[in-house]
């Protein structure tokens, strides 16, 4: 008798890990279908870090709680081999629904800067949460057709980029077993059923703080009186939109954002101060710690230029690194996952501009790490948008709503399959 390949063989005890799936859909999108319904702020997260060790504990892993403030770690051990950390963010954000679905959130709360708010899944972490139990309790079913330890890393805070680092500064690296790679996945709007992926640098940097801009409050008769700090935040977005288009190269690339103005209460009173809440992306270090410095250079000069009566205040807000897939991981990872999934993963040629702390895990280890996309779109509905050449409501709209079927099933598929690209 001729002897199997052995990834052949492979492939065939992951089948019956993959033939599960089908049977386990209603129940996962039961449980989509109420954390999109009951989304959590930013360590907040405690329903649904509560849902998250209960399956655990079902699944027969060992479960700690609290780490990093909300998050959960499940160990699901399997005998010697590789230990694998599968990582799935928590968060929801806050945005106002308005997808007009069924199941749209109705949730409010008070976020990080004391406002209240709604609350939306509007970046798909209820589909990645939902994804990871999914394969955990798979995975716990079919210990035959594996070795080694799973892993499970259930993040709060992602959004503020808080989370991974609050989990290791928790002491994760010291309480938990050294993984052999990290790996992620995140919603997005390519097709539903896709997955794609670029090896080496495959998201910006984020920079995020707020700036405080002082002037010096007066009657709205009496400008004479003021330094109006209106007018200085105002000149002083207009001045930070050069930084972009005057100071980085044609081949580099940076955006500078400012998503917040607030400033004074009353039409005829001129405020005292002014708050601008800034974000700042990047791809190479040295484009960003250009960009953060001619920030701090313009900031300081409209003030100096406004005769404020003190300098600027700066405070971080977060910052996230820039995502880099390790080359030689995430080719086994992709080719594990076609091999036991039949997915076929695509390179994707750009990285992407948007931004992830998932990477802190990998550089705290000093292991690789790999994190890929997968699609909920609707066909038709891209395909229609790409004929028109229109846009889609993309992660952290109010209208972002991933088509449930396939998307739920592909995103199971494609980690499990890599999973099993390093399980022994």
Sequence with gaps: MTAQPTNLKTAQRSAHAYSLIDALLPELERIYLDLHAHPELSLQ??????IAADWLERCGA????GIGK????????????PVILLRADMDGLPVKEKTGLPYASQASGVDRFGQAVSIMHACGHDMHVTWLMAVMKILSETRDSWRGTVMAVFQPAEEIGAGASGMLADG????????????????VPLPAGQVGYRAGTAMSAADSFEVKMFGRGAHGSQPQNSVDPVVMASATVMR???IV???VAMMDSAVVTVGTIQSGLNENVIP????????VRSFKQQVRERVLASVKRIVEAEATASNAPKPPEFTVISQFPVTINDEAAAA?????????????PLHLPEPLTGSEDFGLFGTAWNVPSVFWLVGGTDHAIWQAAQEKGEPLPVNHSPFFAPQLHPTLKTGVQAMLGAAFAWLE
């Design 45 to 50: 997260e405690v329903r649904t870090a509560g």
């Design 62 to 65: 060992e479960v700690f709680t």
């Design 70 to 81: 909300t998050g959960v770690v499940g160990l699901l051990k399997n005998g010697d081999g």
């Design 172 to 187: 994760m690296v010291k309480r938990f077993p050294k993984p052999t790679v990290c790996l992620g996945q995140h919603l």
């Design 240 to 242: 930070l939109q050069t």
């Design 245 to 247: 288009s005057r100071e």
């Design 272 to 279: 005292d101060e002014a708050i601008l809440r800034l974000n």
């Design 332 to 344: 086994q990872t992709m080719d594990g996952m076609a091999l036991h999934s039949g997915l076929v």
